[in-house]
Structure formats: C-alpha cells, structure tokens
C-alpha cells in the first residue's frame, strides 16, 4: 500500500490537497464494500494506517453462549484469544479484515483519488476566481458570435461575455486581449460560473485604481461614479492630503493618466469633478462642463432646483438629458433644471438664498474660465466620470425622472445648439 501514501504525497504537493482529507474519504468509501462483505448490521470501523497506508477493518463483537450471527457475536474462548479477562455480554474489538478486501480497497482507493483530484483542480480554480471577484482580470477571445464572445480566462476556464455586457460599439476578433470586471463567481450545478462585464461602473474605478498610484494608495478617493458605458462616465474624486490635487492626480502630465484608461474603454469620455460634502458645491461640480447661477436644495428631499445661463441650459442638460442624467446619478439628487429666463418667469422659488440679482455674469474667471489651467485641465483630457458607491448594479434608468427631462419641458432643447457649443469652446474633439 506505500504506492497509495506516494500518490497522496504527490497530489498533496501538485495540486494542494490535503492527504489527511483524502485518507479520510478513502476510509468513508470502503464502507460500501464492508457491508458486501460483513451485512449491513455489523458494526465495523476502516482504518488506514498514515504512514504505510495499510488499510485493516475493525468490527465490535458480543460475547455469547451461542452464536446466532458470526458477523455480530463470538463465543467466550473465542474472546479469551483477544481479551484473557473477556466475559459474557462484553463487547471486544477485533479485526475482521478478509483476503480480498485488500483488492477491493485498493479500487475504491484508485477511485477516490481520480475524483478527488477533478474536485481538488475544480475547487483551486474556483478559489482562484473568487479571490478576483469584484476585480479586474485580462481575458483572450476564443470565439466571436451573435451571443457575444467567448474568452479564456487565465488559461484556466472559458465564460461569455454576453452582448448586454459589452460597451456598445466595440468589435473584438478572435485572438484579442480585452480588459474584463469580475462581477460574480457563482456555483452551480454543473460546477461554477464566473460572470463578467465591461458596462459595470466598478470597471472604471479598478481601472483608475490600476492606473493612478495615488487612487490606489488611498490618497486620492473615488466618492461617487455615474456611467453609460460606451458614451460617458462621471467620475467625482477626493483628496485626504491638502497638498495633493485629486483632479489632477486622476490627469496626469498632459492627460497621460486618464488618456490611458479612455483607451481601455475604447474612447468612452470621462468626466472628473471635485467632490464636495456640500451637496450645492457638488451639484454645481456635476454639472461641468455647464456654468451655474443658482442651486436650490429642497428640505427634506433628495431634489434640487437649477439655474444656469439661458445659453447654456442646452448644454447643461446635454444630449437627449444625458449631462444631467449622470449628474443625478453621481450626486443621487434629482436635479431639475432651468435657464435664468425660465428662473425668473417662475419665481424666486429657483433661486438658493445667496442669489443676488447683480450677480455677475460674466462669472469668476478663475473658476470658470474655459481655457481650463493646463495643469489641471489638458486640453488634450476629457472630463467624464461615473460613480461607484452610488452606483447600483440594478439601477434603472426610468427611475430617474424623466419627466423632469421630457421632450415636452425641454421642446426647446436643441442638439445642434449643444454640438456648436463644443465646437466654438473646443482645443480638440475630447476636450468639453
């Protein structure tokens, strides 16, 4: 039997499973051949020795007068052999072991090994995925279809990644390395499954995590993150050291930094604002690249009232909402919007309790000039972000108010008037 511990010691060390466990279910199967061989009744033990692998079994025996089942009882001289102070009614524990049960255990043995080793290799692989869930991990496409694209993970395993879960737009041919979020390992009854995705919000902030060694390091922390995958994403980060400017960590000399994750989402625009824990000051931050006259929080609710410049609203607002859409997903507050015009028509209710009518439009230049500081804001970078706290995997997009941006309230929205914004206030096609 010492070919049996070689082949366990070899296993323990290839594939890490444990021998101790693998001798205990080898002793756990040979009860089936126990009771072919000694009923079912019989009250036996298998035991196998951890150092030679011998493998004897052991069954509990009453001592009687007369013998009824030679499996269950022995008579007194024959206890005597065993125990010399044996007497009647006594229990004693002798080995039962037969011929061929040494052939017998040396199959179920062989068994037990082969199956443990596919459950040992399917637990390490499932271990290995599950350590990496919530996680980026780099996968190679093996097959293009209608369904969406099979991918080799590691080597290790394949999954799909299904056409919902891919940035619309983007086309991959066999042989392609493409960057995938680890949603969720899951066991099921065919073993286990590992979902992934490049539409999930969390995609783009293991990406900045990767990138940015000061997101990583927790200098610099990602608030809040709004996306739509393929178009847009709003991203709003914090600095925990005064001296450390978190928009410009998440740039980088000219755009490096962010250009880098822009091309791992194949263009995708991101936005990256100052979070601030004034919900107002957040807001207005938000709604960048659109300049703000008013913000008006309303007691007791998750809702605020805008105002920006009547040449702007277009853009506050962006395409078909889009602007304001991602503001209220990175903020969590429902946003309604108003140009100054439409602001007065309706009331001072528009207005927070700082608006002054003199107020300034020419704004603070400082803050808003649109040839950006260069070290902050590249000409070259484009500002889109979204939020990964605030994000819900199952959020649903009509659960924003759209009536709030209805083409009835916004009829005088026009998409032309947003696109000959960005030409006239553009260094290039990214910059907003």
């Known amino acids: 039997m010492s070919e049996i511990i070689d082949a366990l010691d070899?296993?323990?060390?290839?594939?890490?499973i444990s021998k101790e466990v693998l001798m205990e279910a080898i002793e756990k199967s040979l009860d089936s051949a126990c009771e072919k061989d000694f009923g079912k009744d019989t009250d036996y033990e298998v035991k196998m020795d951890r150092t030679t692998g011998k493998i004897q079994v052991f069954a509990n025996k009453t001592v009687v007068d007369v013998i009824y089942d030679t499996h269950r009882e022995m008579t007194l001289e024959e206890a005597k052999h065993y125990d010399p102070e044996a007497k009647?009614?006594?229990?004693?524990?002798?080995?039962?072991?037969?011929?061929?049960?040494?052939?017998?255990?040396?199959?179920?043995?062989?068994?037990?090994?082969?199956?443990?080793?596919?459950?040992?290799?399917?637990?390490?692989?499932?271990?290995?995925?599950?350590?990496?869930?919530?996680?980026?991990?780099?996968?190679?496409?093996?097959?293009?279809?209608?369904?969406?694209?099979?991918?080799?993970?590691?080597?290790?395993?394949?999954?799909i990644l299904s056409e919902q879960e891919m940035i619309p737009g983007e086309h991959y041919r066999t042989g392609d390395r493409i960057k995938l979020y680890i949603v969720e390992v899951k066991k099921n009854p065919k073993g286990f499954k590992v979902v992934v995705s490049r539409t999930h919000p969390d995609l783009v902030k293991r990406l900045f995590e990767r990138e940015i060694s000061e997101v990583a390091d927790g200098t610099v922390e990602i608030k809040s993150i709004s996306?739509?995958?393929?178009?847009?994403?709003?991203?709003?980060?914090?600095?925990?050291?005064?001296?450390?400017?978190?928009?410009?960590?998440?740039?980088?000399?000219?755009?490096?930094?962010?250009?880098n994750i822009v091309d791992d989402l194949k263009g995708e625009k991101i936005d990256i604002i100052e979070w601030s824990e004034d919900p107002a000051v957040f807001i207005e931050h938000a709604l960048s690249p659109s300049k703000v006259i008013s913000v008006r929080l309303l007691d007791g609710e998750k809702s605020a009232k805008v105002v920006v410049p009547d040449y702007q609203l277009s853009l506050a607002i962006g395409k078909e909402g889009q602007n304001a859409r991602l503001a209220a997903k990175l903020t969590g507050y429902k946003i309604d919007i108003k140009s100054e015009s439409q602001a007065k028509e309706l009331g001072e209710e528009y207005y927070d309790d700082n608006y002054n009518d003199d107020y300034d439009r020419e704004y603070d230049n400082e803050k808003y000039d649109d040839d950006y500081d260069d070290e902050k804001y590249d000409d070259d970078y484009d500002r889109d972000g979204y939020d990964d706290e605030e994000y819900d995997e199952d959020y649903d997009r009509e659960d924003y108010d759209d009536e709030e941006y209805s083409d009835e309230e916004y009829d005088d929205y026009d998409d032309e008037e947003y696109d000959d914004y960005e030409d006239e206030n553009s260094g290039s096609d990214d910059k907003e």
Do not use: H, W
Not at 10 to 16: A, I, V
Not at 240 to 256: E, F, L, P, R
């Open 227 to 259: 996306r739509e995958a393929g178009s847009r994403t709003k991203i709003a980060v914090y600095s925990n050291d005064k001296n450390v400017d978190a928009v410009g960590a998440c740039v980088g000399m000219s755009g490096t930094r962010v250009n």
């Open 88 to 159: 009647l009614d006594d229990e004693i524990r002798v080995e039962v072991t037969t011929k061929d049960f040494g052939r017998i255990a040396a199959q179920k043995a062989r068994s037990i090994i082969v199956q443990a080793i596919k459950e040992g290799e399917r637990s390490a692989v499932f271990d290995y995925f599950a350590s990496k869930e919530k996680d980026i991990i780099t996968g190679i496409v093996q097959k293009v279809n209608d369904r969406g694209l099979t991918i080799s993970l590691d080597e290790k395993m394949e999954t």
């Open 10 to 16: 070899q296993l323990e060390k290839e594939k890490g």
